[in-house]
């Protein structure tokens, strides 16, 4: 799927990571690293043991934190990583929703 952008030239993507990625530092680590970027968004753990989180922000910006989502924190081992691309809701911050 094409990436929708906003008239401001943001992207939004929808991503669910599956592994070892709960437990382990993986949301607190995602926090770190969307603030290093200057991406918003939010990210939390789901029942099934994945992390869902949306991050918005350039496409570079998003891009790169994708990236990052392959490695996660250091104790996680990511298996997956499922990107869904989406309308920018022009988010501010970044948060864990719980």
Same mark, same amino acid.
């Given at each position: 799927?094409? $990436? %929708?952008?906003? %008239?401001?030239?943001? *992207?939004? @993507?929808? +991503?669910?990571?599956? =592994?070892? #990625?709960?437990? *382990?530092?993986? /949301?607190?680590?995602?926090? $770190?690293? @969307?603030?290093?970027? =200057?991406?918003? =968004? !939010? #990210?939390? $753990?789901?029942?099934? $043991?994945? +992390? &869902?989180? +949306?991050?918005?922000?350039? &496409?570079?910006? *998003?891009?790169?934190?994708?990236? !990052? ?5 250091? @104790?996680? *081992? #990511?298996?997956?990583? +499922?990107?869904?691309?989406?309308? %920018?809701? &022009?988010? &501010?911050?970044?948060?864990?929703? /719980?």
């Amino acid at each position: 799927m094409q $990436n %929708p952008s906003s %008239p401001q030239g943001k *992207v939004r @993507a929808h +991503v669910f990571i599956s =592994g070892t #990625v709960q437990g *382990v530092g993986y /949301r607190y680590y995602t926090v $770190n690293q @969307a603030n290093k970027l =200057g991406i918003s =968004g !939010w #990210v939390r $753990n789901l029942p099934d $043991n994945r +992390v &869902e989180a +949306v991050f918005e922000g350039t &496409e570079t910006q *998003v891009k790169a934190m994708i990236q !990052w989502c392959y490695q996660g924190s250091p @104790a996680s *081992v #990511v298996k997956q990583v +499922v990107i869904d691309y989406e309308q %920018p809701e &022009e988010i &501010e911050g970044f948060d864990i929703k /719980r």
